[in-house]
Each structure stands twice: as C-alpha cells, then as structure tokens.
C-alpha cells in the first residue's frame, strides 16, 4: 500500500509514495500519474504547459549541440588536471560544465602510471587464474555487449584501490563534487570532502574486438524516482507547477531516501559516475556517448506523464532494468548523443549521474579499450548505509553486494588488505570515522 508524504514539503504532500517495489506495479503507475498531473491543476498549470518550459529549455540546447556535431566538433568540454589542482579551472568552463553535466579530464594520472596500473591489473587476474574460472557474464546488463569477457568482476586489484585512493582521484572528486549544492535549507545533503571509495569492475576490451555496445540509458534510478517520498521532494519543481526553478545540481533529498531494488541499480548516490581510461582510445572505437544536457533529467522525468503515454506506463522503466532512452518517447533527446574525444591512458571521463548516456559499438576495434570504473560518490546517508557491506566484501574479497555474486577474488592470496589502505580510504570505506 502506498504511504502518504505527511513530512514532505506542501508541494508533494498529496502525492502517494512507496518504500519499495509496489505489489501491483501497473496500478501504481497509473496511481502516481494521475496525482501528479492533478497536483499541477491544483497549482494553475496543466501537465503540457508544465512539460513545454523543460522542452523548449531543452531543446534549444539539443540544437546547439547537434550544430556542434555537425561541424564535426567534440561536445565534451576538456579540462586539464593541473587546472583541477590548481583551482584555475575558468568560470566560463564551469558555466559549460553545469551547462552540459560532462567532462574529460586531460593528464588526470601520468600516462605511464595508467599503462602500468593495466599491466598490473592483467597479471593479478593471469596469475590467480581468472580466465580459467570465468563462468560467463554474471548480469544481463553488461552481458549483452557480446563480447567475452568485457567487463571484468573484479574490484579489489592493488591498482584499482591505488587510483581510488590517491590524492588525484580525491581532487577531481573534490571538484565536480562543488559543481552541485550540497548544502541547503540548513542541510548538509552530503560531504564534498569525503568518498565513500565505491567499488566498481574493470573493463578490458582487447584489439580485434566486435562489440554490440550499449544503448542509451541512464541509471540514478527507475519507478523510485516517481514513487519515493524523498524523489518526490528532489524533484518538487518539475511536480508542483514551479518548473522554472527546477534544477539538477540540487542535492536536497537525494541522498536519503531508498532506491527501488534491482540488479542494475547502485545502492549510492554518485554526484557523478566516471572511468579513468588505461589504455589509449581514439573516438570511433566502440567508446562513451552521452546526451550532454544536464537538464535532460527534467525532460525524462515529465514526458512519461504526458497523455500519449499509456496509463500503466512510464516510457518503458521498470524496476531491474536500466532506464530505457528510446527513439519512441525521447526522440528530440537522440538529436544530442555525443560520443568522447580520443583519450590517452591516464585521462578520465565524467559524466553526471542523471545523464543519458551509450556505448558505441563497434566491429573490429584497433587497440585496446581498458577502463577502471571510479564514480564521484561523496559521503552522506545513503552512502554510509551502503558502506557496511563493503567493509565486509573488501575483508572477505566477495563481490560487493551492488553486483552479481560473483566472488571471484574471495581466495586470491595476493588481494590486498586493510594495510594497503591510506587514511583517507579508511574514511572512505568507514573503517575510521570523521
């Protein structure tokens, strides 16, 4: 049965919300759409008017960006690390950054250390005798690229907890970080300073590789975003007729509240998901897309609520699968998909989490295509919760409990420990605390 939001704000107190998977899934949708639109009425705006202001914002953005493309130009601002470190990042580059919720960062680690961090990676798989254990891929998701194995269940190699670690990682974590508001109404919604060190997989995609890719997608959630009280008071402008002042950058309320559980689902919030490449990659080999519009949330967020759309149904999302970006209902968005510059091992793509994103695919690939998955994911509630199964699956060498269980590295001799850690990774994992 749904819940009533008492202690939310009056814009989304009459909303009905859910703590977890409702039992009739149709009816429920059907429920939250009917409340929502009403709630607009109630406010003196229709659903349409509503979804036209996040349509017209984004829109002229897609033009931008497809004229870009046109011109065979590169969508993804570029930032060097030594401008992170710095503090000399523009206010005009910032002003892009917020404009388009991405970014490569040129020189994040010395291109030997990454070259070094990929050989190592391949000999603490080699000599612990992964490939003659591999039992295929462990999830649907990243199963379906159709090429064996591309994603590597692996999370605790020495050079994955080197770069999560390191005082590299932190700063550029630092710094998208503070392109968000993460204090507001006297709430502290996460600590920019401090994180939470998720642990993800390794991608290692060999020279010669057919890859079918993955299609648009985006994953800060599904049915929760619509169904949750704390979604419901994250994103109150686009449900209470104030859609102008809706924006992505507020973390107020999204770093609390549960996430409907599925098997392609993070149990965090990440400010940002990312990778730090570790092999060379040009931009036509099978490499990372975005629709670069940091306000597309919005827009995915609205359209399903339109009148085209069936009654039971959300554009297609549905619990335990990645939010679908479909040429059916977001169209005008596919005008936009932008794939990365070519990036040297060492650089490090960043995408915010909200955004739809792809992976090309691609026949034949030249080259390798190696990446470590290292997200932005500052401390605060959500995170901390989360952080208490991955003490133990870093302890015991499992797999943490976000992914298939897989637990390939539970007998490795060589997989480090807490020793290997540094102090600010403790914090991280909440060894020690403050």
Excluded at 317 to 335: D, N
Excluded at 338 to 361: E, F, Q, Y
Excluded at 395 to 422: I, K, M, N
Aim: glycine content about 8%; some cysteine; overall charge negative.
């Amino acid at each position: 049965m749904p819940r009533t939001a008492s202690s939310a704000s009056p814009a989304v107190a009459s909303l009905p919300s859910w703590v977890s998977t409702p039992d009739d899934t149709p009816g429920a949708i059907a429920q939250i759409k009917v409340a929502i639109r009403q709630r607009l009425l109630t406010a003196g705006r229709s659903i349409d008017e509503v979804f036209s202001v996040i349509a017209e914002r984004v829109g002229a953005q897609v033009d931008e960006i497809a004229g870009e493309l046109e011109q065979a130009k590169c969508a993804w601002p570029v930032v060097e690390y030594a401008d992170v470190a710095a503090g000399t990042v523009t206010a005009e580059t910032v002003s892009l950054l917020r404009r388009r919720g991405c970014m490569i960062v040129r020189g994040h680690f010395e291109h030997q250390q990454a070259l070094d961090w990929d050989l190592g990676i391949e000999d603490y798989v080699g000599r612990n005798k992964f490939f003659e254990n591999y039992r295929g891929a462990g999830d649907d998701f990243f199963g379906s690229v159709g090429s064996k194995p591309e994603i590597y269940p692996i999370y605790w190699s020495p050079a994955q907890i080197e770069a999560r670690q390191s005082e590299r990682m932190a700063n550029v974590q630092g710094f998208l970080n503070r392109l968000w508001i993460s204090s507001s109404n006297g709430m502290q919604w996460f600590d920019p300073d401090r994180d939470a060190m998720y642990p993800d997989r390794i991608r290692r995609r060999p020279a010669g590789t057919s890859s079918r890719g993955l299609r648009p997608h985006m994953d800060a959630g599904t049915l929760d975003l619509w169904m949750t009280r704390e979604s419901q008071q994250a994103f109150h402008h686009l449900f209470d007729g104030t859609v102008e002042e809706f924006d992505p950058w507020s973390a107020a309320h999204r770093t609390t509240g549960p996430q409907f559980v599925g098997t392609t689902m993070t149990s965090v919030f990440r400010t940002f998901q990312g990778w730090t490449a570790l092999s060379d990659m040009a931009h036509d080999q099978g490499v990372l897309q975005s629709v670069p519009i940091a306000d597309a949330m919005g827009y995915l967020m609205l359209r399903p609520l339109l009148r085209d759309v069936p009654d039971e149904d959300m554009c297609g999302v549905a619990v335990g699968k990645a939010f679908p970006i479909s040429e059916q209902w977001h169209g005008p968005l596919l005008r936009a998909v932008a794939g990365i510059p070519d990036v040297r091992a060492g650089d490090s793509a960043w995408w915010h989490c909200d955004l739809p994103h792809a992976v090309a695919p691609v026949t034949d690939q030249q080259g390798w295509g190696n990446v470590m998955y290292i997200p932005a994911a500052p401390w605060c509630p959500r995170n901390e919760r989360y952080s208490e199964s991955v003490r133990r699956a870093f302890s015991s060498g499992e797999s943490p409990s976000d992914f298939p269980e897989e637990h390939y590295e539970r007998l490795w001799p060589d997989r480090p420990g807490v020793g290997a850690l540094t102090e600010q990774a403790r914090r991280g994992f909440g060894f020690t605390s403050g």
